[in-house]
């Protein structure tokens, strides 16, 4: 047995080292995102390596599909970040323009649509139930991601997106340490969302009131 295949027996179910450490580090990933602390994406990037393995061992290819887009996103996620740290003004925490948020819905709904018809035509992406499904969770976590590189508040709410088909499908393939997290997640994301708010709000007041105090003095 390679450390692939290792795993585990509780409560009568197999549970994957890799699945579960994988998936400890994608709780990790919220919080530190929460933080908006640098250790985000590479914490993210090794549980996106980890879960690709669960994924393989499970023969779920489009969640390992997953998995590789996110490994690509946290890469990007890292460099974005990194520029922003070294900014005078580090990561600015904002939400979105109303276009923007167009742009997300739409990235989601017609990348769902595509990747769903990939799912389906594919055959040796093996994808046995739902593939609609499949590919919305595989669309909208990208998009999720690619908005959290941004410090984009909505980012978010995509996740809770997400999360509404992730508990379902993780169970049907037998990732049941997957399913457990999505639950988690769901919870930590609003917190999440509760707080990026909040310091995104904060700082458009403080801003209106600079431009105010300008106009005043002008």
Known sequence: M???DASFTAFGQDVLWTDLVGNALSLAVVWLALRKTLWTWPVQ???ALLLLAASLHAAAPGNALKQVLFMGLAVYGWTTWSRGRRSDQGIVVRQGTWRERAVLLA???????????????LSWLQIAWSPWANAYI??????ATFAQSRALVDF??????????????????????????YGIFFVMVLAGFRTWLREARG?????AHSENDKAVTA
């Open 203 to 207: 700082r458009e007041r403080a801003r």
């Open 156 to 181: 978010w709410l995509i996740w809770v997106l997400v999360d509404l088909v992730g508990v379902p499908l993780a169970l049907k393939s037998g990732l049941w340490v997957s399913a457990a997290v």
């Open 138 to 143: 595989f669309v909208g976590s990208a998009v």
């Open 2 to 4: 390679n450390w692939i």
């Open 107 to 121: 990235a989601l709904g017609g990348g769902t649509v595509l990747v769903a018809q990939l799912f389906t035509h």
């Open 45 to 47: 990037l090794t549980g």
